[in-house]
């Protein structure tokens, strides 16, 4: 027990793609909570009727220890990564709580804010890849026992005022963009920019690329392409701005920039439907048929975001039919001007 004062709320932030991963590390951590070491708290708590955000918001005010539950499936979250880890390393740079990211499936998290934290299991190797999971969950749990056992010697410092500002102006842009509510989006972005603190903090570029998309969906094509070029050059491993770049190049028929720019993003995080599908899209487009066929094919394999495999089946149909219905045109032009060849060789005369 932590501060010998009982047990310490531990909070959960994941994908709900990953809940089964979730319920076996809940499952080691059993002892931990029949100890009394430990609370835990997730949204599976929460009642029919509660009003969900503000539940969430609540225990991620309250808990002592915040389990980043890291997978691609995490990483693909908008809510999960622009909510509930924004404010959890923000509660956690101002030494109210303790984030500890919980690597579940190998994924590339490079450049993302956590990624300098203490993580479990030891050495970042992902519970997926272990030959044994229940060892690996095990680890985890003997590594949560130790950190909690150390809670009482955790820094009190209290928080920047301006950075956690920054955190709440953040948190309500992203609820605006959610909302559709463009103008308020920017303004709330607006506002959170201008009070992050100057010497840095990791979250400068995610409020870039979220204005960037507010911008964007407002039909201020080369505003947004602005910010998400800040984007890249504050984070340059940021998959998200790269694809988004390209979506906004697609549109403008710059297809070369559009190319490179989905490749980049297929590079930093290929396990992201929607980028491969896009990229697909574009080289349908082109008459590049059996690139957009191996294209649509992966974004069908990577099994992580359900609306856009539907979209990639439905393309792959219809790219497939139309690859078939060019060749076999090809194949009847190819096949007449043999015939006209043919036909014009019998016509003329031979040399004697």
Not at 161 to 169: E, F, H, L
Not at 223 to 232: E, K, P, V
């Amino acid at each position: 027990m932590a501060d010998g004062g009982g047990p310490v709320e531990v909070f959960y932030s994941y994908s709900h793609k990953d809940a089964k991963l979730r319920d076996a590390l809940e499952t080691h951590l059993a002892l931990l909570k029949r100890q009394a070491v430990i609370t835990s708290w997730s949204d599976r708590k929460i009642g029919a009727g509660d009003e969900w955000r503000g539940d969430i918001a609540q225990h991620l005010q309250t808990a002592r220890v915040i389990l980043l539950l890291i997978s691609a499936n995490f990483l693909a979250s908008d809510y999960c990564v622009d909510v509930e880890m924004r404010q959890a390393m923000d509660r956690h740079a101002a030494g109210h709580a303790i984030v500890i990211p919980i690597y579940l499936q190998p994924c590339d998290w490079q450049g993302m804010p956590f990624g300098e934290l203490q993580g479990l299991p030891p050495g970042a190797k992902p519970v997926t890849r272990w030959a044994n999971r229940q060892e690996a969950f095990a680890s985890i749990a003997k590594g949560l026992r130790a950190v909690i056992q150390q809670l009482p010697r955790l820094s009190s410092r209290p928080a920047k005022t301006a950075s956690r500002d920054a955190g709440r102006y953040y948190t309500r842009g992203i609820e605006h963009l959610q909302n559709r509510e463009y103008d308020r989006a920017i303004s709330a972005f607006d506002r959170a920019l201008a009070l992050e603190p100057r010497s840095g903090s990791p979250w400068v570029a995610w409020e870039y690329y979220h204005r960037g998309l507010a911008q964007y969906y407002r039909g201020e094509r080369n505003s947004a392409l602005a910010d998400w070029n800040r984007t890249i050059e504050l984070d340059a491993r940021n998959a998200f701005a790269y694809r988004q770049r390209a979506n906004a190049y697609f549109d403008a028929g710059d297809d070369r920039r559009a190319l490179s720019d989905y490749g980049r993003a297929i590079r930093l995080a290929p396990e992201v439907a929607k980028a491969y599908y896009n990229r697909g899209l574009l080289h349908a487009r082109l008459d590049k048929h059996e690139k957009a066929v191996a294209d649509f094919r992966r974004a069908l394999a990577v099994g992580n975001d359900p609306e856009t495999e539907r979209a990639a089946k439905q393309q792959l149909a219809l790219t497939v039919r139309r690859r078939r219905l060019l060749g076999a045109v090809s194949m009847m032009q190819r096949s007449r001007s043999g015939i006209r060849l043919a036909r014009a060789t019998r016509s003329r005369p031979r040399k004697t």
